[in-house]
């Protein structure tokens, strides 16, 4: 089963004290720098949407946000384009997009540090019900698949993995670390085991 239009979202600690406001001039700084492998074009603020999609910068290729779905705050890639390779491309290139952009935030004085992955909760979604419908025969498909990507992502440190089973909602997998990671740690991990392809 072929995997396209991956999303990647990282969990965020202390999601109540993160400035979505001071989220806006970042990322047009990073639209007027093209900061990221995607061609950056505009900023949209959701804020007002409950448990919405947060302040979503959008590229070409690719979106990213600091996104609020179900009440669960997380620096959220969205793979729009068709990449090619194999799956484990796909996820791996959604991850490092994902985390880069998760690290940038960090480093950035204008959140105050208060913008932090919570160092165990990644969740990867697939937007394209067409090719994955969210089924019992897909979810089963593909679990090889994703255990593959998590166990090199997270090396060798044991994590738990959840599957959301609500047909009308994108396919999803949750994997929850039980050791705790920063985003320098799973990006060490990605370049040691996984391809990367790091260009649009």
């Given amino acids: 089963m072929e995997l396209q239009h991956v999303n990647l979202k990282l969990l965020l600690g202390n999601p109540d004290g993160v400035d979505l406001e001071a989220l806006i001039p970042i990322f047009h700084d990073w639209i007027q720098d093209q900061t990221c492998e995607e061609v950056l074009v505009d900023v949209t603020d959701y804020r007002h949407v409950h448990s919405g999609p947060g302040i979503v910068l959008i590229g070409h290729e690719g979106n990213y946000s600091v996104d609020n779905t179900d009440g669960r705050l997380g620096v959220r890639y969205n793979r729009k384009s068709v990449l090619e390779g194999n799956n484990q491309d796909r996820l791996a290139q959604a991850a490092w997009a994902a985390l880069t952009a998760c690290q940038r935030l960090e480093a950035d004085p204008r959140m105050g540090r208060t913008l932090r992955f919570n160092g165990k909760d990644v969740e990867v979604l697939i937007n394209d019900r067409l090719l994955v419908p969210n089924t019992s025969a897909s979810r089963e498909g593909l679990d090889a698949e994703f255990r593959l990507f998590f166990n090199g992502l997270f090396g060798e440190e044991r994590y738990d993995l959840t599957y959301g089973d609500e047909p009308r909602r994108l396919l999803s ?28």
């Fill in 173 to 200: 997998v949750a994997a929850e670390a039980l050791h705790t990671f920063s985003a320098s740690d799973l990006l060490n991990n990605l370049c040691g085991v996984l391809p990367i392809e790091t260009t649009s």
